[in-house]
């Protein structure tokens, strides 16, 4: 039995993706700064998996951040989302008391 052989059908690729800086960058800004550049990350970081790249490194850094900043800018729009009927009933539950009189 040679243990050389791989299983998968795609060939295994021993070098880093060509945009696994870029992957990683942009899942630092979107865990930072600016949470679309996570699902940016995640999704360029899923394309070059499929490519047959391995999950290490810059690449897998930058698509592990990419779904930390999805994860953030989700709970960003259901807490403003939150915010904002929480508002709005207040401000209705004010004006039917006549507080605004």
């Not at 880093?16 to 992957?23: C, H, K, L």
């Not at 953030?72 to 507080?99: C, K, M, N």
């Amino acid at each position: 039995m040679n243990n050389d052989l791989q299983a998968s059908d795609k060939p295994v690729q021993t070098e880093e993706s060509p945009q696994a800086t870029t992957v990683f960058v942009l899942g630092i800004i979107g865990v930072v700064l600016c949470q679309i550049l996570g699902i940016i990350a995640l999704v360029m970081g899923n394309s070059e998996f499929k490519k047959g790249y391995p999950k290490t490194g810059l690449l897998y850094a930058g698509w592990i951040l990419g779904i930390i900043g999805t994860v953030l800018l989700g709970l960003l729009i259901v807490f403003s989302i939150i915010y904002v009927v929480v508002i709005f009933l207040f401000l209705g539950a004010a004006g039917a008391s006549g507080a605004f009189n």
